[in-house]
């Protein structure tokens, strides 16, 4: 029984992504399924433009895909810069049980999971490709804050939405997490965010909790963000205390330079607790309690 698992998940539509992984864990599947699984929901969704299939692309019109799996004894598996493949989250895990290393980059990564056996298919749809397009008319680099949870009517009905964190826990307090996005829009070539880097887009610690993070991935890199807010815990906060410890942190160190824009920290501890905050209104996150009710809250924000 699932009783007592808990999922956890950034943005509006974690919460399609938490059914599936609860739905993992109530069947008896491990932690690493879960999540796994409910990474892949975002992922395959043409309808979202910033994680996997319809991701938007880099300034050369490339979409590129960074993911992190982990668990809580030791286990990571990354990629960053994927191409083709739509599940990056997936190809993470099998860098994780059936490679040596923790971390496959660019063509390397792209190359390991053509030889894995994942399909191979451009990830460009017309959609993503037209904005592109749009995009290259002024070509100013301009991320936009909770562009994640924006519905544009587009043609096709497009809903916009980002990078997904994700947090499950069992009822015995252990922990696994999973992070997955095609990245900043028209990002530079070869841009890594924080998503796919442990201790930044996400950091699981057995005994203590997980966190993860969405927004501005450099703001989190910098900082290490979702390794400090497990360490805070570690050190006795709450997770609500601990994430709004680091926005701080990021909010101070920055000043001007983090004005306009988004970073959301997300945490769960080992018993269950949540704890969300970010820097500017709008991040909102998915809960998914151990009745499996699932609840879409406002994350309280700095500014
Ligand atoms: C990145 N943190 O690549 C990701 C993007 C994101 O909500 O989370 N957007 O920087």
Known sequence: SATG??????WDFGAAANA????????????????????????????????????YPDRDGHVTLDA??????????????????????????RVMERTP????????????????????????????????????KTAKYQPEANSENRITRTPGGALDHDTIGLLARTADGRMAGACTTSGMAFKMRGRVGDSP??????YVEAGVGGATSTGLGEEVTRVAGSARVVASMRGGSTPQQACEEVVRHIAKLRGD???????????????GN??????????????????GKTTVLKARSLF
Not at 78 to 86: F, G, R, S, Y
Not at 257 to 271: C, N, P
Not at 275 to 286: D, I, K, S, V, W
Request: charge should be negative; aromatic fraction near 8%; glycine fraction near 12%.
């Open 197 to 202: 880097q442990v201790g930044s887009g996400l």
């Open 101 to 136: 290393h923790t971390f496959l980059v660019g063509e390397g990564a792209t190359r390991f999971a053509r030889d894995q056996g994942f399909p191979q298919q451009s990830l460009l749809t017309p959609e993503s490709e037209k904005a592109w397009r749009d995009w290259l």
């Open 5 to 10: 698992a808990m999922v956890l998940s950034t």
């Open 257 to 271: 330079a983090i004005r306009g824009v988004q970073v959301g920290f997300l945490a769960l501890d080992t018993k």
């Open 274 to 291: 949540v704890g969300a905050f970010c820097l500017l209104p709008g991040f909102t996150y998915a809960v998914t309690d151990a009745r």
């Open 68 to 93: 992190v799996i982990m668990d809580d004894v030791g286990g990571v598996g990354a990629v960053a810069a994927l191409e083709n493949t739509m599940h990056a989250i997936s190809v993470a895990r």
């Open 20 to 55: 599936v992984a609860f739905a993992q864990l109530a069947k008896g599947g491990s932690l690493i399924d879960a999540v796994e699984a409910g990474a892949m929901v975002p992922e395959a969704d043409p309808t979202n433009h910033s994680v996997g299939y319809s991701g």
